[in-house]
């Protein structure tokens, strides 16, 4: 969805200031800025969705396991404790499994994707920052290049010869 308010906000800015007019965004595919958070905070969403879907399914089944028997009490019309057998509990315990094994799987994959837009990022800035800290310092490039160190010992070996 972010991408393609993007891809419409430059449409827009097209349509207004001409075809020739700069671009708004670099790349409106690239995950960065607003993109960036708008994706990461997506993830953390799927992941609480995931992990309360979890919960609730273990709190209504105790543990992922579906009984052949249920003891309904309590239940209008029947005054009495009525057994109630659940159709095809090997069925829907397999099923629920497999829905259990791909929501843990869902939830590590949005948990190491997490990680390694974090990770990503922050090796990011720190190119940058040290990028930045490199370049704050003044120094002689002629200085610490060897062959300029060379040439200039030529060229005072030279003079020392014109002198002598």
């Not at 020739?20 to 905070?41: D, F, M, R, V």
């Not at 057994?83 to 948990?111: H, N, Q, W």
């Not at 390694?116 to 370049?135: A, C, E, G, Q």
Request: charged share 25%; net charge positive.
């Amino acid at each position: 969805m972010h991408v393609a308010y993007r891809e419409d906000r430059e449409k827009k800015n097209r349509e207004k200031n001409g075809e020739n007019c700069p671009k708004l965004y670099s790349n409106t595919g690239k995950k960065h800025g607003g993109l960036w958070w708008t994706y990461l905070l997506s993830l953390f969403f799927k992941l609480i969705i995931e992990i309360l879907f979890l919960y609730l399914l273990h709190k209504m089944w105790d543990s992922f396991d579906l009984p052949r028997l249920v003891k309904c009490s309590n239940v209008d019309p029947c005054p009495n404790t009525v057994d109630c057998y659940i159709a095809r509990p090997t069925e829907k315990r397999v099923f629920t499994y497999f829905m259990v094994g791909a929501s843990s799987i869902c939830i590590v994959l949005t948990v190491c994707e997490i990680f390694y837009l974090i990770f990503k990022r922050v090796v990011r800035s720190t190119r940058k920052w040290r990028k930045s800290t490199k370049h704050s310092v003044s120094y002689s490039k002629a200085s610490t290049c060897h062959c300029h160190l060379k040439s200039e010992e030529k060229d005072n070996k030279s003079q020392t010869r014109c002198v002598a």
